[in-house]
């Protein structure tokens, strides 16, 4: 091996594509310096290199951290307060909808019982008017008395097709579980 300008075959650069040629570019790499001083710099900028970019990757996941957080606490807080005001409109809606089935229990259950008051007046007037008339027929003749019997039977009929008409709403008022 030849010893080029001066240099002791230490100091020679081994595996230098140009050995033994000076390059006149001026170019990004500096081909007088030894390899050894190269490789130690070209490593140098590699770790500053992968230094800036770890940092930088760093710092973009953490701003993109802090804003997910930002974010997603205002997300999750507009969620909570949205699932509030659906529940407070359920309530509402819930209390409207139970009192007006209450109202309308009320009112079946009012007139069921004005209609069950109606009926019992109705039969005891049935009653004492029948009373009436059985004393009534006893002193007539057997002809009137008859044809009272007669209108007395018809309306026996009228009271019990009347009370089995009040015995189906009594019934329709108990399958709403109201008591009669």
Same mark, same amino acid.
């Given at each position: 091996?030849?010893?080029?300008?001066?240099?002791?075959?230490?100091?020679?650069?081994?595996?230098?594509?140009?050995?033994?040629?000076?390059?006149?570019?001026?170019?990004?790499?500096?081909?007088?310096?030894?390899?050894?001083?190269?490789?130690?710099?070209?490593?140098?900028?590699?770790?500053?290199?992968?230094?800036?970019?770890?940092?930088?990757?760093?710092?973009?996941?953490?701003?993109?951290?802090?804003?997910?957080?930002?974010?997603?606490?205002?997300?999750?807080?507009?969620?909570?307060? #949205?699932?509030?005001? !659906?529940?407070?409109?359920?309530?509402?809606?819930?209390?409207?909808?139970?009192?007006?089935?209450?109202?309308?229990? /009320?009112? !079946?259950?009012?007139?069921?019982?004005?209609?069950?008051?109606?009926?019992?007046?109705?039969?005891?007037?049935?009653?004492? /008017? =029948?009373?009436? !008339?059985?004393?009534?027929?006893?002193?007539?003749? #057997?002809?009137?008395?008859?044809?009272?019997?007669?209108?007395?039977?018809?309306?026996?009929?009228?009271?019990?097709?009347?009370?089995?008409?009040?015995?189906?709403?009594?019934?329709?008022?108990?399958?709403?579980?109201? =008591?009669?």
């Amino acid at each position: 091996m030849s010893v080029v300008d001066g240099e002791s075959p230490a100091e020679k650069p081994v595996g230098n594509p140009t050995e033994g040629i000076n390059p006149k570019s001026t170019g990004p790499i500096d081909w007088n310096i030894p390899w050894t001083d190269y490789a130690v710099e070209q490593a140098q900028i590699a770790q500053k290199t992968i230094e800036s970019t770890l940092d930088n990757a760093i710092e973009v996941t953490r701003s993109r951290v802090d804003r997910i957080l930002t974010t997603s606490s205002a997300h999750f807080n507009q969620t909570i307060d #949205s699932l509030q005001d !659906l529940k407070s409109d359920y309530s509402t809606y819930e209390d409207i909808v139970f009192g007006k089935i209450k109202g309308l229990f /009320e009112t !079946l259950l009012s007139r069921a019982d004005t209609k069950v008051k109606e009926l019992r007046q109705s039969i005891d007037l049935l009653k004492a /008017e =029948s009373e009436k !008339l059985e004393d009534v027929l006893r002193e007539l003749p #057997s002809r009137e008395a008859s044809r009272f019997r007669t209108q007395v039977t018809n309306l026996a009929k009228e009271a019990k097709k009347e009370r089995n008409a009040m015995s189906k709403e009594v019934t329709k008022i108990s399958n709403y579980g109201i =008591s009669v």
